[in-house]
């Protein structure tokens, strides 16, 4: 079956036809690590990841951000192919639609969102005002990026974008009340919480020395996915 996943190449949308797009339960023998392909390099494939992943993938929400998961979503593997005709690359933000129409053929899955009062941090800016710099590319957010231990960096970041990239270094969820709309090029390097021995500053002293930022706690209001029906087996391909 073809689904039709709404892309967007050099600003321009336009209708491009997925050839491929299958789910399968990963083989017994197969189940170990979690493995998938970035988006933006032709076909999008992973193995042994969850149904839990692939909401987060699918719908852009971190996993505790989804509410109402059946214990069994977090233990059943599945392996996913998705690839566009003739192989033109689908962004991270193209390949969303793709995989939620999956979810909703092969699985049936309903949901809704919510709001949320939880812990986290509000993304504010410091006492001297932030020290960004203004973005000159064109490309979008995830074109160049890299979110990882100790560091992050991209072109054209939103203050709503490095928000929600500081959530899991800062380990709750991050909500931007800096109210900068403009775009950025972020550097970022800090010393994860458990290296002691890093030369590094921590996540809070580098976004403030850095770019002039500062995470304050208090309880925020996030977005959630709430699941109202997930098959456990998907329909077949």
């Known amino acids: 079956m073809l689904l039709i996943a709404s ?8 209708q491009s036809a997925v050839e491929v797009a299958t ?10 690590a979690s493995v998938w392909s970035p988006p ?15 909401i987060h993938m699918g ?59 939880m812990k986290g941090y509000m993304l504010v800016c410091a006492k001297n005002g932030p020290k960004l710099q203004a973005s000159s590319s064109d490309k979008p957010p995830n074109f160049r990026i890299y979110v990882g231990p100790g560091r ?26 800096t109210g900068m709309t403009g775009a950025y090029d972020i550097k970022l390097y800090f010393a994860e919480d458990k290296d002691t021995e890093s030369s590094l500053p921590s ?18 209001s996030i977005p959630v996915l709430v699941i109202d029906h997930l098959d456990r087996s998907p329909t077949e391909n």
Not at 41 to 49: D, E, K, P, T
Not at 203 to 212: D, K, P, R, V, Y
């Open 7 to 14: 892309v967007q190449a050099q600003g321009v949308p336009q």
């Open 23 to 32: 789910i399968r339960p990963t083989p017994a023998n197969k189940i170990g």
């Open 40 to 54: 933006g390099i032709g076909r999008f494939s992973a193995q042994c990841v969850t149904l839990p992943f692939l």
């Open 59 to 117: 719908y852009g929400i971190d996993e505790d951000q989804i509410v109402a998961k059946a214990n069994w979503m977090d233990s059943e593997f599945f392996d996913v192919v998705v690839k566009p005709s003739g192989d033109i690359p689908l962004t991270r933000e193209q390949l969303k639609p793709v995989l939620q129409q999956l979810l909703r053929d092969r699985f049936h899955l309903v949901t809704h969102s919510e709001s949320k009062l």
């Open 152 to 177: 992050l960096e991209g072109v054209n970041w939103s203050m709503s974008f490095l928000a929600t990239s500081l959530q899991h270094p800062a380990g709750f969820p991050v909500v931007n009340q």
């Open 203 to 220: 996540l809070f002293t580098a976004l403030h020395e850095s770019l002039g930022l500062e995470l304050k706690p208090g309880k925020v």
